[in-house]
């Protein structure tokens, strides 16, 4: 993609920055226009750690929806999160933008009283369960019509059953006399 203003990490989240100071919804659909584009085109970019001040992973934008970026992480490769990310716009930035440390400090100054979190948290990968593991509770579910039930538990509730019948025993013999 041919870099024009508009079509920058860097450009849109000064345009947010102005959009909240200034409280301008133009800016705001100015901004939400450019991340559609962006995401078109699968723009990469990083996200960037302002704990680190580093950036902590390189991502490919998909589009933009709820108020987030929608962002692939494409390096390095965590098997444990979610390949797709919603991400903020605030915690994004160009590759020329994060070459070091003052670079992505200078972002963070300017970006400092909007954001809420210093690092992006990431959603986790939902583990699917084996396919062999999936069949055992498939068919432990229609083999017993009381899931979870485990000796530990039939224990108490015979416990239990011995106790309300003494008690109704007891009841019975008072109520005789």
């Given at each position: ?27 705001l659909?100015?901004?939400?226009e ?139 013999l008072?109520?005789?006399?």
């Amino acid at each position: 993609m041919e870099s024009t203003p508009s079509s920058s990490i860097k450009w849109l989240r000064e345009r947010l920055v102005q959009a909240r100071r200034a409280r301008d919804l133009k800016l705001l659909e100015q901004v939400e226009e450019g991340l559609h584009a962006l995401g078109e085109c699968r723009y990469r970019c990083c996200l960037l750690d302002y704990d680190r001040f580093e950036p902590s992973y390189y991502v490919r934008l998909l589009g933009y929806e709820q108020g987030r970026v929608r962002a692939e992480i494409e390096y390095p490769i965590n098997p444990g999160l979610s390949q797709v990310q919603l991400l903020p716009l605030s915690h994004l930035a160009d590759y020329h933008e994060a070459r070091s440390w003052n670079d992505v400090r200078r972002i963070y100054a300017a970006i400092a009283p909007f954001i809420h979190q210093k690092a992006v948290p990431l959603a986790r990968e939902a583990r699917p369960r084996p396919a062999d593991e999936q069949a055992r509770y498939a068919e432990a579910e229609l083999v017993s019509p009381v899931p979870n039930w485990t000796p530990a538990r039939i224990g108490w509730f015979a416990a239990g059953g011995v106790v309300l019948a003494g008690i109704f025993l007891l009841l019975m013999l008072k109520a005789g006399h």
